[in-house]
Antibody, heavy 121, light 107 residues
Framework: QVQLQESGPGLVKPSETLSLTCTVS????????WSWVRQPPGRGLEWIGY???????NYNPSLESRVTMSVDTSTNQFSLRLSSVTAADTAVYYC???????????????WGQGTLVTVSS | DIQMTQSPSSLSASVGDRVTITCRAS??????LNWYQQKPGKAPKLLIY???SLQSGVPSRFSGSGSGTDFTLTISSLQPDDVASYSC?????????FGQGTKLDIK
């Protein structure tokens, strides 16, 4: 079955760039819209954006100026970069896959385990 | 952005109780409403999609209803394993947005 695994540094300094990768195993990255979602400690979930396997992106306007997503179909991975981070970006970051092919409106039925990224000097 | 407002923010109920959580959207989202369960330290788990469809493998005591702006998640008979936070999500338009969550525990 399809599994997602986030990887990347757990500690990032203020003003630097947060970089995370999500590896898709047990299935193909093709034909899905792949999302990133984050959750600050003790708070609700926030959708960061998605990337289609073809490279098409859609970012949350609240983060759009700082977010870049990319996809590598040869390695079955997609990535998130968030620049100029502050303490407010401290959160558990999840990658997620919708339940149906080729639609961004389907619910997320597969999630990574999440990775805590702390922004601190 | 569409704002999703859940109520209550927290609740405590007894085993066997019927529990209802509501989610209100700031504008109509048709039936593009999903419910997730999240236990501490774990990723969210999809319970209900398209407002009222039960995700495969989810116990039948969970149900969802609503359309437009008002939605409910109901647990017909609360079990100890249902202690968790519950969040709604709209996927009608981007940015997708979530409710702030409802924390459910056992009395």
């Amino acid at each position: 079955q399809v599994q997602l695994q986030e990887s990347g540094p757990g500690l990032v300094k203020p003003s630097e760039t947060l970089s995370l990768t999500c590896t898709v195993s047990g299935g193909s990255i093709s034909s899905y819209y792949w999302s990133w979602v984050r959750q600050p400690p003790g708070r609700g979930l926030e959708w960061i954006g998605y990337i289609y396997y073809s490279g098409t992106t859609n970012y949350n306007p609240s983060l759009e100026s700082r977010v870049t997503m990319s996809v590598d179909t040869s390695t079955n991975q997609f990535s998130l970069r968030l620049s100029s981070v502050t303490a407010a970006d401290t959160a558990v970051y999840y990658c997620a896959r919708p339940s149906r092919l080729a639609t961004s409106a389907a619910p997320f039925d597969i999630w990574g385990q999440g990775t805590l990224v702390t922004v601190s000097s | 952005d569409i704002q999703m407002t859940q109520s209550p923010s927290s609740l405590s109920a007894s085993v066997g109780d019927r529990v209802t959580i509501t989610c209100r959207a700031s504008q109509s989202i048709s039936k593009y409403l999903n419910w997730y369960q999240q236990k501490p330290g774990k990723a969210p788990k999809l319970l209900i999609y398209a407002a009222s469809s039960l995700q495969s493998g989810v116990p039948s005591r969970f149900s969802g209803s609503g359309s437009g702006t008002d939605f409910t998640l109901t647990i017909s008979s609360l079990q100890p394993d249902d202690v968790a936070s519950y969040s709604c999500q709209q996927t009608f338009i981007t940015p997708q947005t979530f409710g702030q969550g409802t924390k459910l525990d056992i009395k």
